[in-house]
């Protein structure tokens, strides 16, 4: 069984920053791409960042200079750092993996996620 759980998440005030991680746990061959999705009430969900296996990473305009994906292949961890945020970024936050397991082979998973909540 696969879990994926994300953490950092919080109340921060516009311009401060959050460090989202997203941990991936149970019999992992492989995570492939992975990235982080919002949602706000109201709005539709959508990516903000995604990062592959070998590294190539993708952004959300919206988030272009303030957020950086990385990951931890070691650890199975994958964060989101969230610089000079904006009330607009208020979210829930998803982390989301195409992951492969020796008897379930490619999936895609998701967290419950974690709130963030930008105050202006």
């Known amino acids: 069984q696969v879990h994926v759980v994300e953490s950092g998440g919080g109340l921060v005030q516009a311009g401060g920053s959050l460090r989202l991680s997203c941990a991936v746990s149970?019999?992992?061959?492989?995570?492939?791409?992975m990235g982080w999705y919002r949602q706000a009430p109201g709005k539709q969900r959508e990516l903000v960042a995604s990062?592959?296996?070998?590294?190539?990473?993708n952004y959300a305009d919206s988030v272009k200079g303030r957020f950086t994906i990385s990951r931890d292949n070691v650890r199975n961890t994958i964060y989101l750092q969230m610089n000079s945020l904006k009330p607009e970024d208020t979210g829930v936050y998803h982390c989301?993996?195409?992951?492969?397991?020796?008897?379930?082979?490619?999936?895609?998973?998701w967290g419950q996620g974690t709130q963030v909540t930008v105050s202006s």
């Open positions: 990062i592959t296996d070998g590294g190539r990473i």
């Open positions: 149970g019999d992992i061959f492989r995570l492939n791409s």
């Open positions: 989301n993996g195409d992951i492969v397991t020796r008897h379930l082979g490619e999936r895609v998973y």
